[in-house]
């Protein structure tokens, strides 16, 4: 499956972005998603990821509130809304998908497959 990331910018401190994740090839609705991000200088991080129905997500602790995920397995898109962003949410943006079982969805080796990324920087 072949994945696009689009819809980061520049936005002030307190400023939302909703992120995109298109996928084409393979069947989407197999795969969970999931967002990672990666400042410089920093490691990978995990953001959010979905099941394949939507029915089923997980956040890290720190995004929890702010942050939602959601998909549209018509459209093949998955969505990331970033609301109440910091200038610590600046980093470049990647989605990924997986095929194995929700419950061995996480660390970035669990993805199968990688989006290029989209740049989301958060000035204060």
């Known amino acids: 499956v072949q994945l696009q990331a689009s819809g980061g910018g520049l936005v002030q401190a307190g400023g939302s972005l909703r992120l995109s994740c298109a996928a084409s090839?393979?069947?989407?609705?197999?795969?969970?998603i999931g967002w990672f991000r990666q400042a410089p200088g920093k490691e990978r991080e995990s953001v959010a990821a979905?099941?394949?129905?939507?029915?089923?997500?997980r956040y890290a602790d720190s995004m929890k509130g702010r942050f939602t995920i959601s998909r549209d397995n018509i459209k093949n898109t998955v969505y990331l809304q970033l609301n109440s962003l910091k200038p610590e949410d600046t980093a470049v943006y990647y989605c990924?998908?997986?095929?194995?079982?929700?419950?061995?969805?996480?660390?970035?080796?669990?993805?199968?497959?990688w989006g290029q990324g989209t740049q989301v920087t958060v000035s204060s």
């Open positions: 979905i099941n394949w129905s939507g029915s089923s997500t």
């Open positions: 990924a998908a997986s095929s194995r079982p929700w419950s061995y969805v996480g660390e970035p080796k669990t993805y199968n497959f």
């Open positions: 090839g393979r069947t989407f609705n197999n795969y969970a």
